[in-house]
């Protein structure tokens, strides 16, 4: 089978939900052809397949852009908003967390807001403090609102049609160092069901969660410490909010000891919680107390040095869970 | 105003229904929370009932409106049935939202009442996709955004005109000026003279009316309305007008000016309007007195059967967060 970039998976999987149903549509900055399908060109093509009435470029207006995909998913219809980066996901913070999320639960079930938000991040290429950030936890912790963040293109294409399948708003992260990461094709038609977590690797002496980039990191750790005789088990979560409790808690119960690794900072973030539930589920079970991996807590830094020792990588891994075993 | 746009009896006599209901309402709402046999946040529209008594005259049930807090007056001209809004505003398993909403998030897509947000400025850009919704239908349907003044001074404001605007979409923007934001005047908060002044700046038509004459609103009202359904684009209608009250229940509006307040209050739309209706012969005092009669029963009855009815199961609480209920 041949092998696609996430990128690819992101591109097949709308023009594939567009293909199969018409209320699908798209919207957001520079996401049309004459604006060149997106700043990297995920949404290419679309536009000019489709139409312009259906893939619409839209103002520089976050408010605007997230209150129409709202608005037009009450009006029937399943629309993909591309919210550039997910920093910028923090001006319409309203319009998702008091709208989006809240419509079904305020209006008793009477209406529901079936949209998507593709938003990008991730540090490692130098965009600082406003261009890079993982704020997962924020809306993993609003009722309301699911959170998924793939890892290779085939969930990238499956958890991407799940999303709009999917009668509940969804925002689905997309990671800007790893676009253009190789993996195997998906066959047209894929779903990753929401809530379902990938076993990427079996094991048995330490659990090792991680989602998004982080996998690729905890992949390399994971090859690290079989060469040191210590066999990890690695979890890809695929989706933060709902999360798959029951794999990691199975995984935590054969082995004894897990970590969790996200890119976002430690304090208040999903580790957090993943780490809580694990503790209240599986005290006595555990070798080692749960823990966590994140970045450091300070604004993504620019410089390349700091910028390299922000976020967790294969190394730190290895060394957490080297000392779980020591 | 043009002969073209002018009501016929029926119309006219069908949009003071409406007034009187909403004031009588009011006065209901107000006497209900006075007298403790409810406890809900209140925010009166009393003084602005001829805005979407006049505009929903031109509408559909099928159209749409996003409206907000202090919305009762929208979503009653609008017709959504007073029994569900008691049953909301009581928290009952039987109102709009099963009790869910509560007054500031009524919704009821029957009577096209879609969104009402407790968010300044956020019925906007939602009203944006909604007419995005029939742009790309075809379906004629037009939505009403219904704001306040205090809301074009936010964002989201600004973005949803100026999107509709390069849309073209069929959306109309109400703004109901009532001359106060919260406890802030309007001159302190404002700085365009005329809120339909900022229409410009979005290359729509914006105009400023008398929103307590009912022939200049419904004349505004049908131009912009007939503009969106043939596909011309959104209008922003700034509707002057006056709040009889403060800004929620039980606020004393010390900031407000006596006189002011005073000769709003003499200028009664309501009033002024049954008796023009009556001077015009449109309609004969018997008649509209057995109209008031029959609303003031129709509201008896809402809010017995809202205050009959059950409470919703606590079992709710996991209910309509997402579609599927959470293990």
Redo the contacts between chains.
């Keep these: 089978m041949r092998n696609i970039s996430i990128l690819e998976g992101i591109n097949r999987a709308l023009v594939d939900a567009m293909e199969a149903d018409e209320s699908v ?1 798209i919207l957001g900055e520079d996401v049309a052809d004459p604006e060149d399908g997106g700043v990297l060109g995920v949404t290419k093509g679309l536009s000019t397949r489709f139409g312009e ?1 259906r893939v ?1 470029s ?2 520089i ?1 976050e ?2 852009i ?12 399943k ?1 993909v908003a591309e919210i550039m980066l997910m920093n910028f996901t923090t001006v319409a913070m ?2 998702i967390v ?2 989006a999320a809240k ?10 807001v079936p949209i998507v938000i593709r938003t990008m991040t991730g540090s490692g290429f130098a965009n600082g403090g406003q261009h890079s950030d993982y704020l997962e936890a924020w809306f993993a912790h609003t ?2 609102i ?1 959170v998924v963040a793939p890892s290779n293109p085939s969930d990238a294409y499956g958890l991407l049609r799940s999303a709009i399948d ?3 708003p969804v925002i689905f992260i997309e990671n800007l160092p790893t676009y253009f990461a190789k993996g195997e094709a998906p066959e047209s038609g894929h779903r990753v069901p929401i809530g379902k977590a990938n076993i990427v690797r079996e094991g048995n002496d330490v659990t090792i969660v991680a989602y998004a980039r982080m996998v690729q990191e905890a992949t390399a750790a994971v090859e690290a410490l079989a060469a040191r005789g210590v066999s990890a088990e690695l979890i890809d979560l695929r989706s933060i909010a ?1 999360w798959d409790r029951e794999a990691v808690l199975a995984s935590v119960q054969k082995t004894g000891r897990a970590i969790v690794v996200h890119e976002a900072v430690t304090p208040f973030g999903t580790g957090s919680e993943i780490s809580a539930v694990i503790h209240e589920n599986l005290f006595h079970a555990l070798k080692a107390p749960v823990q966590r991996l994140g970045a450091a807590f300070c604004p993504v830094p620019f410089s390349r040095p700091l910028e390299a020792a922000f976020a967790p990588d294969a190394a730190a891994i290895e060394a957490a869970a080297a000392s779980l075993l020591a | 105003m043009t002969n073209r746009t002018k009501p016929g009896t029926t119309t006219l006599v069908g949009i003071y229904r409406r007034m009187a209901l909403i004031k009588a309402n009011d006065e209901r709402s107000r006497k209900v929370i006075m007298t403790g046999r409810l406890v809900m946040p209140y925010y009166s529209p009393r003084g602005q009932e001829v805005i979407p008594s006049a505009i929903s005259a031109n509408l559909n049930d099928s159209d ?1 409106i ?1 409206t907000i807090y202090r919305g009762t007056h929208d979503m009653l001209a609008k017709g959504v049935p007073l029994k569900d809004l008691w049953a909301e505003l009581a928290g009952r398993v039987t ?8 007054p500031m ?1 009524i ?3 029957k009577s096209g009442v ?2 009402t ?3 300044v400025g ?1 019925s ?11 742009q ?2 075809g379906d004629g349907r037009v ?1 009403i955004a219904y704001f306040g003044d205090g809301a074009s001074n936010i ?2 404001f600004h ?2 005109l ?2 509709a605007s ?2 073209k979409l069929p959306v109309v923007f109400v703004c109901q000026n009532n001359e106060w934001g919260e406890h802030t005047a309007y001159e302190k908060a404002t700085s365009a003279a005329r809120i339909a002044d900022r229409a410009a700046s979005y290359s729509m038509p914006g105009i400023r009316i008398d929103g307590n004459d009912v022939l200049e609103t419904y004349a505004a009202a049908h131009d912009a309305i007939g503009r969106a359904r043939a596909g011309d684009g959104p209008t922003l209608i700034e509707a002057m007008t006056f709040r009889f009250h403060g800004h929620i229940f039980g606020d004393a509006d010390a900031y407000m000016s006596p006189e002011r307040k005073a000769a709003a209050m003499a200028a009664d739309p309501v009033p002024r309007f049954r008796a023009w209706l009556i001077e015009h012969g449109h309609a004969g005092e018997a008649d509209l007195a057995a109209m008031e009669a029959e609303i003031d029963a129709e509201i008896d009855e809402a809010i017995d059967y809202a205050l009959a009815s059950d409470f919703p199961d606590i079992a709710e609480l996991s ?5 599927v209920e ?1 293990a």
């Design positions: 549509l009435h619409r839209t103002p207006a408010q605007a997230v209150g129409a995909a709202i608005g037009v998913s009450l009006g029937g219809y629309p309203d319009m008091n709208h419509l079904r639960f305020m209006s008793g079930g009477q209406t529901n009722a309301g699911k999917d009668p509940d709902p | 749409y996003c109102g709009t939202c099963k009790g869910k909403g509560g998030h919704t009821h897509p879609m969104v947000t407790g968010i956020s906007m850009p939602i009203a944006n996709g909604l007419a995005w919704s029939s790309l239908k939505t964002g989201a973005e949803a100026n999107l390069v849309w209910r309509d967060v997402f579609a959470a």
